[in-house]
């Protein structure tokens, strides 16, 4: 079980923004300008992972990186701020436990899942991406294609940057965080 925080007084209302889908659909480039948008904190999971592979702590198929995430999101939530969250987010466990995260901070939660629709405009992403974070691998796409990654059962905002651009993307969040 994931000990997720608990905020005893919360302050204020604030939102859990967690941006999930399969990678080189362009979370990363939505989260970003999300959380610069609106001065809010942003964490993704892939910057964390790295961080503890350097270390020697842990390695890429744990769950390490994720469980950090929830302590750092937690934690600005017990603040009252608002943060955004980037990660594949693959599974329902995770799915579950950010929600947890929220519920035990007073915040609301936001699931957003972006896709790429068009495959071969995913696949050409996939082919192209640039590597911005240390030592960081990126899978091919022959290892996006066959990723395990269970459908989403929950109400979340479906987001198909194939026929949309990050600043469309932002505006579709900020309305739904409002």
């Given at each position: 079980?994931?000990?997720?925080?608990?905020?005893?007084?919360?302050?204020?209302?604030?939102?859990?923004?967690?941006?999930?889908?399969?990678?080189?659909?362009?979370?990363?480039?939505?989260?970003?300008?999300?959380?610069?948008?609106?001065?809010?904190?942003?964490?993704?999971?892939?910057?964390?992972?790295?961080?503890?592979?350097?270390?020697?702590?842990?390695?890429?198929?744990?769950?390490?990186?994720y469980?950090?995430?929830?302590?750092?999101?937690?934690?600005?939530?017990?603040?009252?701020?608002?943060?955004?969250?980037?990660?594949?987010?693959?599974?329902?466990?995770?799915?579950?436990?950010?929600?947890a995260?929220?519920?035990?901070?007073?915040?609301r939660?936001?699931?957003?899942?972006?896709?790429?629709?068009?495959?071969?405009?995913?696949?050409?992403?996939?082919?192209?991406?640039?590597?911005?974070?240390?030592?960081?691998?990126?899978?091919?796409?022959q290892?996006?294609l066959?990723?395990?990654?269970?459908?989403?059962?929950?109400?979340?905002?479906?987001?198909?940057?194939?026929?949309?651009?990050?600043?469309?993307?932002?505006?579709?969040?900020?309305?739904?965080?409002?």
């Amino acid at each position: 079980m994931v000990d997720a925080g608990h905020n005893p007084q919360p302050s204020t209302r604030a939102t859990l923004v967690v941006i999930g889908g399969l990678p080189a659909t362009g979370k990363s480039t939505i989260a970003r300008a999300l959380a610069q948008r609106h001065q809010i904190p942003f964490v993704r999971i892939d910057t964390i992972e790295q961080a503890l592979i350097r270390s020697g702590i842990a390695d890429a198929s744990g769950t390490a990186g994720y469980i950090t995430g929830y302590a750092l999101a937690a934690e600005q939530l017990r603040l009252g701020l608002s943060v955004v969250i980037e990660c594949v987010n693959p599974v329902e466990a995770t799915r579950s436990a950010w929600s947890a995260t929220a519920q035990h901070n007073s915040a609301r939660l936001l699931g957003v899942e972006v896709i790429c629709s068009d495959p071969d405009e995913h696949r050409r992403r996939a082919e192209r991406r640039v590597v911005d974070i240390p030592d960081l691998v990126l899978p091919t796409w022959q290892e996006i294609l066959d990723r395990d990654y269970e459908p989403w059962t929950t109400e979340r905002l479906v987001l198909d940057t194939a026929i949309m651009d990050s600043d469309s993307a932002v505006r579709r969040i900020t309305a739904k965080m409002l």
